[in-house]
């Protein structure tokens, strides 16, 4: 018996919008406020995309490319991590209050031509619950948590992409079955995540992404402009074949 579609579940950064310029910004600002002389430039930033979640990012350019840089506050690594990463936030928040992040095209109908059609809707991601209220209380309004039944987040699947656990989770929480349910990603960890845990999904890369990989994806689009649910319909049926 053929599964029907029931439910769309998209990652957030460079999926739903282009954060990742903003985030690059947003990071170079912290160290700049932190007395630190890092600058990511958008090169080392694109490769650094290969890291998934903010703070495992500066973990991994402090002990792989900067390991003699001493912490610049006591209480060690992991505090000052989290300590440059808070700075991070704020600067990002700040940024999109002002603007400087906008949904990417076609995502907004979509969302709501697919909650109009009666599909459940969910976000998993690896940004953390603040990014994601930041970015979508601008885009879409005070009411964005309305839309969407399951936010899983960095908060609540630590094990970061491309590891399968924030879909895993998504998929308990909507009490669907991957087979009912397509993913919605840029990355190649992202594709990953979402393919190990059965999932279909439709990837739309953006200028970080679009050098990677995506063999075993559903489809590969610049964009989710003019797609239509009686596509994703179409294009799910396809693979439960």
């Known amino acids: 018996m053929k599964s029907v579609l029931r439910a769309l579940i998209f990652d957030v950064d460079g999926t739903l919008a282009d954060t990742e310029s903003a985030h690059r910004a947003a990071f170079n600002h912290a160290f700049a406020e932190a007395g630190l002389d890092w600058h990511w430039d958008e090169l080392l930033y694109t490769g650094l995309l290969e890291v998934s979640g903010g703070k495992e990012r500066i973990t991994h350019y402090w002990g792989e490319v900067r390991g003699g840089v001493q912490a610049i506050e ?17 600067a990002y928040e700040r940024m999109v209050k002002d603007g400087a992040v906008r949904l990417r ?15 459940q ?44 656990q924030v879909y895993l989770q998504t998929l308990q929480r909507l009490h669907l079955p991957a087979t009912e349910c397509l993913a919605f990603e840029d990355s ?18 953006n200028a970080f992404t679009a050098h990677h990989e995506f063999t075993g994806a ?8 003019d797609v239509t649910v009686a596509e994703l319909r179409a294009w799910h049926a396809a693979a439960q074949r």
């Open 74 to 90: 006591t209480g060690g690594l992991v505090d000052t991590v989290q300590s440059i990463h808070d700075l991070k936030t704020a």
């Open 105 to 119: 095209p076609g995502v907004l109908k979509l969302i709501d031509d697919a909650v109009t059609a009666g599909l």
């Open 121 to 164: 809707l969910a976000i998993a991601t690896t940004t953390s619950p603040v990014n994601i209220a930041a970015l979508l209380r601008s885009a879409v309004g005070p009411d964005w948590n309305h839309l969407f039944r399951v936010v899983e987040d960095a908060s609540t699947a630590p094990r970061k992409k491309p590891n399968p």
């Open 188 to 205: 190649a960890n992202g594709l990953k995540s979402a393919t190990a845990a059965g999932l279909a999904t439709i990837v739309t890369p």
């Open 218 to 225: 559903l489809r590969v689009l610049p964009s989710l402009a």
